[in-house]
Nanobody, 124 residues
Framework: QVQLVESGGGLVQAGGSLRLSCAAS????????MGWFRQAPGKEREFVAV????????FYSDSVKGRFTISRDNTKNTVYLQMNSLKSEDTAVYSCAARGALEGYRSIGSWPYWGQGTQVTVSS
């Protein structure tokens, strides 16, 4: 099993920045690929960003491309999501997830490991 714990959420004004962290523990060999997802009130969970084990491959949703950056520190088993130029529509619960391979990452149901989520609220 892989345990994931997110931190760094909070309240920020529009245009501001936040950095989320997700620490993995347990069988981290199964967390080669890590991603961030979000779910706004009344909406379905959506993909935000994903990063490969080496960090050499990253992918973003169109809604955050150019504003958010995903990175990881494998010495700390931690993945980060730097969020800049935040907008009110970025308000959501952000969750990190882990899987073994990149293939199929856009299929939310195919991610086996999930954190509990952290709330991000952007005030306009």
């Amino acid at each position: 099993q892989v345990q994931l714990v997110e931190s760094g959420g909070g309240l920020v004004q529009a245009g501001g920045s936040l950095r989320l962290s997700c620490a993995a523990s347990g069988r981290t060999s199964r967390a080669a690929v890590m991603g961030w997802f979000r779910q706004a009130p009344g909406k379905e969970r959506e993909f935000v960003a994903v990063i490969s084990w080496t960090g050499g491959s990253t992918f973003y949703s169109d809604s955050v491309k150019g504003r958010f950056t995903i990175s990881r520190d494998n010495t700390k088993n931690t993945v980060y999501l730097q969020m800049n130029s935040l907008k009110s529509e970025d308000t959501a619960v952000y969750s990190c997830a882990a899987r073994g391979a990149l293939e199929g990452y856009r299929s939310i149901g195919s991610w086996p490991y999930w954190g509990q989520g952290t709330q991000v609220t952007v005030s306009s």
